[in-house]
């Protein structure tokens, strides 16, 4: 099997197929509730399909009383219902400028696309339906949500094709609530998203649209990030786009000091804000294999 890391900049179609073997560690670092597929909710209540009928007790809903039997036995008996939830997972992908940035490695947009690729192989694995959203600087491409091999082939070349464009051309910084609004409007009530973005252009808005996401659906949040964008190391300089000098660090500690705090205080306010809003927040590094990190 080839190396899931690649040249740490170039991806291909063959890479996303080769690691549908890291999908269970992957999956398994998500909610319980990834591990199924086409499930019964063990939840008793209003649904699509009739459970059983059972005397009437303390805390039930008045609503579901069955007058019939009520009547016929003189004593009040409740209906139960047990929910069908066709389980559908949607990933939305950031693509955006920011995620095509490594210091060594890979690139977080290469790592971003590699993990989606293994949630993708372990839902088809699950008898999960599979789809999402690509955010990149064209129009977001949307895929259903399918559950046979030639529907996540489809996907991943979407994803491998979005990838490549990127890096041919430098996509913009675009924030995620466009994509947000956009699956509000296909997720099934019951569905699973999971986002995986540096989440460093997460706005107000998009964090009151995956609140109000979270009302119907289980979210989980990846976020990708480097390792410098935390902690410097090395000496020399640091750069922009190979051209400007931003600082001089070598046997500078108060410059590395300073840099880490700012750094450590940002991630902090990030974490916080996101653990409010999802089920889970996992972090990847793109600086380290993701092997080491599964």
């Known amino acids: 099997m080839m190396s899931v890391d690649g040249d740490g900049v170039t991806l291909s179609l063959d890479e996303l197929m080769s690691i549908s073997s890291s999908?269970?560690?992957?999956a398994s670092q998500l909610s319980d509730g990834w591990r199924t597929g086409v499930h019964l909710s063990r939840r008793k209540g209003r649904g699509m399909d009739f459970a059983e009928v059972r005397p009437y007790a303390n805390g039930d809903?008045?609503?579901?009383?069955?007058?019939?039997?009520?009547?016929r036995t003189g004593k009040p008996h409740t209906k139960l219902f047990r929910e069908e939830r066709d389980r559908s997972v949607y990933v939305l992908l950031d693509l955006s400028v920011d995620m095509y940035f490594g210091s060594k490695r890979q690139l977080k947009a290469r790592m971003a696309s590699m993990i989606t690729a293994a949630i993708s192989w372990q839902a088809l694995k699950n008898g999960d339906k599979i789809g999402g959203l690509i955010l990149n600087e064209h129009s977001p491409k949307l895929q259903e949500a399918l559950s046979y091999r030639k529907g996540v082939l489809r996907w991943l070349k979407q994803i491998c094709d979005s990838y490549n464009q990127g890096l041919e051309q430098k996509p913009d910084s675009l924030s995620l609530l466009p994509s947000l609004n956009t699956l509000s409007k296909v997720l099934r009530p019951g569905a699973k998203l999971i986002?995986?973005?540096d989440f460093y252009r997460l706005c107000n808005k998009s964090c009151l649209m995956i609140r109000h996401l979270r009302k119907k659906h289980d979210v989980n949040c990846i976020q990708i990030y480097d390792a410098l964008e935390r902690n410097i190391e090395g000496s020399g300089f640091i750069k922009a786009d190979n051209q400007q000098a931003l600082g001089y660090i070598t046997d500078d500690p108060e410059f590395i000091s300073?840099?880490?705090k700012v750094a450590n205080f940002r991630q902090f306010e990030l974490e916080k804000k996101l653990n409010s809003l999802t089920c889970q927040l996992i972090g990847f590094d793109a600086s380290k294999p993701l092997t080491e990190q599964l």
């Open 23 to 26: 999908g269970t560690r992957i």
């Open 61 to 71: 809903d008045i609503r579901n009383i069955d007058w019939k039997i009520t009547a």
């Open 195 to 197: 986002i995986i973005s």
């Open 258 to 260: 300073d840099y880490a």
